[in-house]
């Protein structure tokens, strides 16, 4: 494994990327839908689901490469930022 892909294996890169086609497809299909279409409200379920899938799959990769980086570094990182919670569609 090169030092480019942070420790993250090819099943773990393939399911973010599944989760971002997911994500892309599914909101492409509900953009496609006139909000008046009774297919509209199961459309944008989907498509939430898909979104927050993709974003914890963001998140994931993102806890793994900051993971990587303070051991290359032994850095400790202390996060004040304020958790926002879900956002609300």
């Known amino acids: 494994m090169s030092d480019r892909t ?10 973010i990327l599944d989760a971002l086609d997911r994500a892309t497809a ?15 409200p199961e459309a944008l379920e989907s ?3 898909a979104l927050d899938e ?4 963001r998140a994931d990769l993102s806890a793994q ?3 990587r980086l303070m051991a290359i570094a032994d850095l400790d990182v202390i996060d ?8 609300d569609p």
């Open 47 to 49: 498509a939430q689901e």
């Open 65 to 67: 490469l900051m993971q």
């Open 54 to 57: 993709a974003g914890q799959a």
């Open 80 to 87: 004040i930022r304020r958790d926002p919670g879900p956002v």
């Open 6 to 15: 942070a420790g993250v294996n090819e099943s773990e890169r393939k399911l």
């Open 26 to 40: 599914r909101v492409g299909a509900l953009v496609g839908l006139p909000p008046a279409d009774s297919r509209y």
